[in-house]
């Protein structure tokens, strides 16, 4: 039986805790800070170590986590277009939903791995946190808490290389997706629109996939399974 965890109760967690659901092999936990009308639900505020700590100690190391939970825009702001309009306040908006549940997450839970523990530790990230990949500048907040998050996967990849080295840590890019988060920007000449179903399937065939700690451990890879240079 594999255990998985899956932080967040966006579209994208939804949809990939359901798929997860409807197997037999897989004992699933949705986790998030706002209540969901879900079955096997956990009430945790992600942005408190502390709550973090408890669930664990409480539920032991699983088999996969999947970090989900992401901000691009709300009613008041959206993503800065110039330099001019970043400020301090959004950005640690930004970090709070797209950089620090994954890290507190991960601090968390390597407090209590073995070395013989072989984890799949998976956080969303985004093409656009990639530096080599930016040519149009813009959103600030959004790609620079991106970008933190993808050199936290690979500082923390070579940590686990000595201390855990069957586990795998990895950030995913898995395209855009019809949610809430990407709604106000799917009119920008998006090229493909995946559903959160199909979003869910690429995550689980890519998570998988993930075979060889050496080849994927701090990856930004894409929903096709092709690694993106950060």
Aim: glycine content about 6%.
């Amino acid at each position: 039986m594999k255990h998985i965890w899956i932080i967040g109760t966006g579209g994208i967690a939804l949809a990939t805790y359901r798929l997860y659901s409807k197997r037999d092999d897989c004992s699933v936990r949705l986790i998030g800070r706002k209540e969901v009308q879900e079955n096997n639900f956990a009430k945790v505020n992600s942005n408190d170590e502390g709550q973090i700590s408890d669930f664990i100690i409480k539920n032991g190391i699983p088999d996969v986590v999947i970090v989900a939970t992401g901000l691009l825009s709300n009613q008041s702001h959206g993503p800065e277009k110039t330099i001019a309009s970043f400020t301090s306040d959004w950005f640690d908006e930004n970090l709070k939903a797209n950089f620090y549940p994954g890290v507190f997450w991960c601090k968390s839970l390597t407090a209590h791995l073995k070395r013989k523990d072989a984890i799949k530790f998976v956080i969303l990230s985004a093409r656009v946190g990639s530096i080599s990949d930016n040519q149009l500048g813009g959103w600030y907040s959004y790609r620079i808490s991106k970008a933190a998050l993808n050199m936290f996967v690979r500082n923390t990849a070579n940590e686990w290389r000595y201390k855990y080295p069957q586990s795998i840590i990895l950030a995913y890019h898995p395209g855009t997706v019809d949610t809430n988060l990407s709604k106000p920007f799917q009119n920008s000449g998006i090229k493909k629109l995946f559903t959160p179903d199909e979003a869910a399937h690429n995550l689980k065939q890519n998570i998988d996939n993930l075979d060889d700690p050496k080849i994927w451990s701090g990856q930004l890879i894409d929903w096709r399974g092709d690694i993106v240079q950060p």
